[in-house]
């Protein structure tokens, strides 16, 4: 089974500034899909980023990035320019592709909280 | 109008009483997930389908039940509701065809009472 850490349940950041949160996972499988998802407090959940396992290029989505570290197994995203609006709920997931049918199922961190102060 | 909605958005019900929270979906996706949030948790999968005749329990779907009863419905059952069983509850879909992302609904407040 997989498994998803986020190693901090809180971060806070001053607004304008950079911020990484962390990310590890544990898998065997050479195939597999990273997002990391915000939920601000309006509780929807909406992806931020997404990054393929067989791409060798970190993603990146505007002010927000990743550093995808394969052999690690490290996926944390950074957030330039933080903005108060960024204030959110940050899920990391995996998500493993099962080829054949391609069925995919989420598995997801505990969440860091972050917090943009003004 | 938004793709995916969920009804009711808040509810509390007392211990014993049966419960359907219900997901609809406009985007056409044929797969419709139900997740579970608790506080400190991320998101858990109670049942998962990948088609109308394709239904699948997730890690956590003991007192749970679902139904999709169209491509556009799938709704998730508690048959006598327990208090552990107060939650964040999210629908989520997506299209076997061309993506992988998941797409979620609002999200509903259940508490058990």
């Known amino acids: 089974a997989q498994t998803v850490t986020q190693s901090q349940p809180e971060m806070s950041v001053q607004e304008a500034e950079t911020v990484t949160l962390s990310c590890t996972y544990d898998?065997?499988?050479?195939?597999?899909?990273l997002f990391w998802y915000k939920q601000p407090p309006s509780r929807q959940m909406i992806l931020v980023i997404r990054?393929?396992?067989?791409k060798q290029q970190n993603a990146t989505e505007n002010r927000f990035s990743v550093n995808f570290q394969k052999a690690a197994k490290s996926f944390s995203l950074k957030i330039s320019d933080s903005q108060l609006g960024d204030t959110a709920m940050y899920f990391c997931?995996?998500?493993?592709?099962w080829g054949g049918g391609s069925n995919y199922k989420l598995t997801f961190g505990k969440g860091t909280l972050l917090t943009v102060n003004p | 109008d938004a793709d995916v909605t969920q009804t009711p958005r808040n509810r509390i019900t007392k211990t014993g009483k049966r419960i359907m929270l219900e997901c609809s979906q406009t985007?056409?996706?044929?797969?419709m997930y139900w997740y579970r949030q608790d506080p400190g948790l991320g998101l858990q999968l109670i049942y998962y389908?990948?088609?109308?005749?394709?239904?699948n329990k997730g890690e956590i779907s003991d007192g749970y039940s679902v139904s999709r009863q169209a491509q556009a419905k799938f709704s998730l059952s508690l048959e006598s509701a327990i208090p552990n069983q107060t939650a964040l509850y999210f629908c989520?879909?997506?299209?076997?065809?061309?993506?992988?992302?998941?797409?979620f609904g609002p999200g509903t407040r259940l508490t058990v009472l």
């Open positions: 898998t065997s499988e050479s195939n597999y899909y």
């Open positions: 989520a879909t997506s299209d076997s065809r061309t993506d992988n992302e998941q797409f």
């Open positions: 985007k056409g996706h044929d797969r």
């Open positions: 990054q393929e396992a067989y």
């Open positions: 389908s990948f088609d109308v005749k394709d239904i």
């Open positions: 997931a995996f998500m493993k592709h």
